[in-house]
């Protein structure tokens, strides 16, 4: 799953990816790109005791994400409202 946020002059591309580690379990990354310029990842460890849902993990991987890039100040609260806006209207 991949998003795209025209904000202004700003690209915003917003990707999750899935992976399985046989000793972890599944893994969720969020990785967000503003023009084209890697600006935060987050990830999302499902134990492989608990059931994996791609929601939650996408929910969590995301918020990390979206800390990492508003630490780094790549981001204001405005592009992550919209952000949120842009992924919760995607989930419906």
């Known amino acids: 799953m991949s ?3 025209k904000e202004g002059n700003n690209d915003i591309e917003i990707m999750f990816n ?3 580690d046989p000793e972890l379990g599944k893994l969720t990354t969020s990785i967000i ?3 084209n310029k890697h600006i ?4 999302a ?3 492989i005791k ?3 849902c791609k929601a939650t ?3 969590i991987s995301l918020t990390r994400a979206i800390e990492v890039a508003k630490e780094n100040k790549k ?3 405005n592009i992550s409202k919209k952000i949120w806006e842009t992924y919760r209207a995607s989930c419906k």
């Open 3 to 5: 998003l795209r946020i």
């Open 18 to 20: 899935y992976t399985c």
């Open 33 to 35: 790109k503003l023009n």
């Open 40 to 43: 935060g990842m987050g990830q």
């Open 45 to 47: 460890i499902c134990s």
């Open 50 to 52: 608990d059931n994996f």
């Open 57 to 59: 993990g996408r929910k």
């Open 75 to 77: 981001i204001d609260k």
